[in-house]
């Protein structure tokens, strides 16, 4: 039986062949998710080639995306991800220059 490495050190984030940290945790929350999804088709009464085509494709699009995204933003890219969508893109500010700026103001008109 083959024997698989998932920690490459201590203080190092886990590792699965090649699923770094929380890719690592999205695959398998993903293939969970996907087993339970067909298992719930099936019980409901469609054809058991229509949830095995779709657990097979749904399965296939999860594992590619998933290395894909992977080696696209590394091992914290999905969490500078959220942060680039979270912070403003430019601020706003509706105030008069004399009241961002009262000093500067006051010396030019003394």
């Known amino acids: 039986m083959a024997e698989y490495a998932i920690n490459k050190g201590i ?5 699965f062949q090649g699923l770094k940290s929380q890719y690592l945790f999205l695959f398998a929350g993903g293939l969970l998710g996907l087993f339970v999804l067909v298992v719930v088709f099936y019980m409901a009464g469609l054809d ?17 995306g ?8 590394g091992e914290w890219g999905l969490m500078k991800l959220q942060a680039r ?5 430019y ?6 220059l004399d009241r961002l700026f009262p000093s500067i103001v006051k010396s030019v008109r003394s």
């Open 48 to 64: 058991s080639w229509f949830c095995l085509s779709f657990g097979i494709a749904a399965s296939s699009l999860l594992v590619w």
């Open 85 to 89: 969508h979270s912070r403003p893109h």
């Open 11 to 15: 203080g190092r984030s886990a590792e």
């Open 91 to 96: 601020i706003i500010s509706r105030r008069r």
């Open 66 to 73: 998933t290395f894909r995204l992977n080696t696209r933003f």
